[in-house]
């Protein structure tokens, strides 16, 4: 395990590859390893690094876990590997994650992507929403195997290979406490980005899945009008994992994307 040490405690990391540095942050519920396809696919060219937020994976579990915080947890990050200024690329939650960055630090960021992130909280499907609530994932922790059960239904709903992301599913959610679970979709649900996005002056691009059942597809839309110069890609045959469910057509957005003059 590689990790560096910060404020709040430990940040888990991995990195492959050489050369120009790739910032990539995972979703809610998620881990590091959702980036993993793509970092292997960028590796002669890039050298990437993919986090886990504090209350996920096998960073440290305590905090106030919102995007603010998440924000400094990468701020830091960089700081701590000397990494001025480099492209980020954030899926979900950690679209969103990237976007405040680069609002809020924007020496730091060189490009931008989201990858069927919220811009607005709004955009979030209501279970998320409910899982904001503590009192409801509370219960939801009390009862492990009915809300991992309910999960492996709806996950077909979720990818085009629901077995691969299950799997991954259930991994991650061994690592996240109740905390992390509840506080980090509440704080996520009452972000709005939208009167901030004109000040973005830096390459930025949104991936969205058309099936998309989790964050709602129009937030790409969202991003555009905010963001006038923003490329904007939808996948047909996507729903909120684009990386997993068309990995090559992803890959090559990306790879394209990055090498934009």
């Known amino acids: 395990m590689v990790a560096i040490v910060t404020d709040r405690g430990i940040v888990h990391y991995e990195a492959i590859g050489r050369g120009k540095p790739v910032i990539l942050l995972h979703c809610w519920l998620g881990s590091w390893s959702y980036w993993l396809p793509t970092m292997q696919l960028l590796a002669p060219k890039y050298k990437t690094y993919a986090l886990d937020f504090w209350g996920f994976g096998e960073s ?39 976007l405040s960055l680069a609002l809020m630090y924007p020496q730091r960021v060189s490009r931008v992507a989201v990858v069927g992130s919220p811009v607005v909280g709004s955009g979030l499907a209501f279970p998320l929403k409910l899982a904001g609530n503590r009192q409801i994932a ?75 059942n989790i964050v709602d597809p129009k937030q790409g839309r969202v991003l555009q009008a905010g963001v006038k110069h923003a490329l904007l890609h939808y996948f047909d045959g996507s729903a909120h994992f684009p990386m997993l469910d068309e990995k090559d057509h992803f890959n090559q957005v990306v790879q394209d994307f990055l090498e934009l003059q």
Do not use: C
């Open 60 to 98: 440290a579990k305590h905090g106030a876990f919102s995007v603010v915080e998440y924000v400094e947890m990468v701020n830091q990050f960089m700081e701590r590997l000397g990494l001025e200024r480099a492209p980020v690329m954030g899926h979900s939650m950690g679209g969103t994650v990237s």
């Open 138 to 212: 509370a219960l939801l922790y009390r009862f492990p195997r009915i809300f991992a059960f309910g999960m492996r239904i709806a996950s077909r709903f979720y990818a085009r290979d629901w077995r691969t992301w299950y799997d991954m599913f259930q991994k991650d959610l061994s690592s996240t406490t109740m905390d992390s679970f509840s506080n980090s979709i509440r704080d996520l649900r009452f972000t709005d980005l939208r009167p901030h996005l004109h000040e973005l002056r830096i390459p930025s691009m949104g991936v969205y899945g058309k099936k998309d």
